[in-house]
């Protein structure tokens, strides 16, 4: 498994993880750290895209 790919199964899991913390009506301030999480992979994986290209 390449590390793009690594990073975009992580982004997918964190996903999916928001959505369950959202269903169970988890604190505010876990959901955001979730969310921060989630964006700090999102720019990984686009910055790997990019020096790709």
Do not use: Y
Request: proline residues 2%; charged residues 45%.
């Amino acid at each position: 498994m390449t590390k793009l790919e690594h990073l975009q199964k992580e982004h997918k899991r964190k996903h999916d993880f928001i959505e369950a913390a959202v269903a169970e009506k988890a604190p505010e301030e876990f959901i955001k750290k979730l969310k921060v999480d989630k964006l700090k992979l999102k720019d990984e994986i686009d910055r790997i895209i990019n020096n790709a290209n």
